[in-house]
């Protein structure tokens, strides 16, 4: 083989397809380095990995990435510990869309080499030889290597394929996910962040895309909760688990409603563990029909109104901008049956959220909720007070 049928065929001399599919593989590893071992199991301690594979995925990392373990561990657990102030590392509420899409990786850039942030929230990472004297060492090598391996299998071609592949985690994980993910989507739970599910169908970036259902459950190594939906990350960890490669820790526990209906320490375990999902429940089940019958005979220009209200109470009041606001404050003023329902979810997000209180009171104050519910002459509360009552997390 002489040098311009190697530089254009390379050691494999591959087609086109043959070198896409290729190109999907090797960014699809990279998207279950990133999503199973650096989140799940590194920073969320979810599942546990097999040593070996841990290995893989920190060598494939430094190959394909240049990131290490620690830094990338810190700056997400930052990012959860701060979400949405201006202390977040890369949150679209105060960089703003644009910068967190298209610089995202230039904001973990920045957080990554702030030493305080790799001392607080980069604990429990690897610390061996390997990290120390060659990925942290010599820590753009592996993209360097990889870059001549690709041109060595591929040809010119390999210089695209290479490019493909550095630039693949910067934009869907530092830009789509923690831009649009931020911003952009459906929401399961009243997190008290921005955080959206952008689509369904997690497949493309490992399941990350349940972004929404993450921040609800942090340390569940599941990313898809309800049905319909679909995480290809826990797909991965279930083949994983089964042929001993994983062992599962964490997911979210099961709400069910039981045949007891009463408060006791049972339900408000369950209500406490399933209270961002609850908060979403009454928008749907108690504000949204409420609205439906009080404001029947208004126009679909209100009824459009009316979507980007029952929207907006799934965010936290600090989140939303003026005209949000304005909304929310008409539709309270112009209805007392809107303006009551408002004032209960509001009271029963302040009972599941107060500190220092002891279960005792908190049965009390939940058992009085419920009983001023069913007293306040609105169905849909009423209905929503008694099946509160019967909520309890499934045996295992």
Same mark, same amino acid.
């Given at each position: 083989m002489n040098i311009l049928d190697f530089l254009q065929h390379g050691l494999l001399d591959f087609s086109l397809l043959q070198i896409l599919i290729t190109l999907i593989v090797t960014t699809q590893i990279t998207i279950l380095a990133v999503t199973l071992y650096l989140h799940r199991?590194?920073?969320?301690?979810?599942? $546990?990995?097999? +040593?070996?594979?841990?290995?893989?995925?920190?060598?494939?990392?430094?190959?394909?990435? %240049?990131?290490?373990?620690k830094e990338w561990v810190a700056v997400h657990r930052k990012h959860h510990a701060?979400?949405?102030?201006?202390?977040?590392?890369?949150? +679209?509420?105060?960089?703003?869309?644009?910068?967190?899409?298209?610089?995202?990786? %230039?904001?973990?850039?920045?957080?990554?080499? =702030?030493q305080q942030t790799l001392?607080?929230?980069?604990?429990?990472?690897?610390?061996?030889?390997?990290e120390n004297f060659v990925y942290s060492k010599f820590h753009f090598l592996g993209v360097v290597l990889m870059l001549l391996i690709d041109i060595a299998l591929f040809g010119v071609i %390999?210089?695209?394929?290479?490019?493909?592949?550095?630039?693949?985690?910067p934009f869907f994980a530092a830009g789509v996910i923690n831009g649009l993910g931020h911003w952009s989507g459906y929401r399961n739970y009243s997190t008290d962040d921005c955080s959206?599910?952008?689509?369904?169908?997690?497949?493309? $970036?490992? %399941?990350?895309?349940?972004? =929404?259902?993450?921040?609800?459950? +942090?340390?569940?190594?599941?990313f898809a909760h309800t049905k319909g939906e679909y995480d290809w990350g826990w797909i991965v960890i279930k083949f994983l688990n089964k042929v001993g490669l994983a062992k599962i820790k964490k997911t979210v526990p099961e709400l069910e409603q039981s045949n007891i209906s009463s408060v006791d320490l049972d339900a408000i375990k369950a209500m406490l563990t399933h209270k961002v999902n609850l908060l979403q429940v009454y928008v749907k089940d108690v504000i949204k029909p409420a609205i439906a019958v009080e404001y029947i005979h208004r126009t679909k220009k209100f009824k459009k109104s009316s979507d980007k209200f029952l929207n907006s109470l799934s965010i936290d009041w600090?989140?939303?901008?003026?005209?949000?606001? =304005?909304?929310?404050?008409?539709?309270?003023? $112009?209805?007392?049956?809107?303006?009551t329902i408002i004032k209960f979810r509001n009271d029963l997000k302040e009972i599941w959220e107060s500190r220092g209180k002891s279960t005792e009171q908190m049965i009390s104050e939940i058992k009085e909720w419920c009983h001023n519910a069913e007293k306040s002459g609105v169905e849909v509360l009423q209905v929503y007070a008694q099946k509160l009552q019967t909520y309890r997390l499934k045996s295992i």
């Open positions: 199991e590194q920073t969320h301690k979810g599942l $546990i990995l097999h +040593p070996i594979l841990k290995h893989y995925f920190r060598f494939h990392l430094w190959m394909t990435t %240049g990131m290490l373990t701060k979400c949405e102030t201006e202390d977040d590392p890369h949150s +679209p509420q105060h960089y703003g869309i644009r910068k967190v899409l298209f610089s995202g990786v %230039g904001l973990y850039e920045k957080e990554r080499l =702030n001392d607080k929230y980069g604990k429990g990472t690897p610390n061996d030889w390997v %390999g210089i695209t394929f290479w490019a493909i592949q550095i630039v693949w985690i959206t599910n952008l689509t369904r169908f997690g497949f493309i $970036i490992g %399941g990350e895309e349940l972004h =929404n259902n993450h921040h609800a459950f +942090p340390s569940s190594c599941k600090r989140f939303l901008d003026d005209d949000a606001k =304005n909304l929310f404050k008409q539709y309270i003023n $112009i209805s007392p049956t809107v303006e």
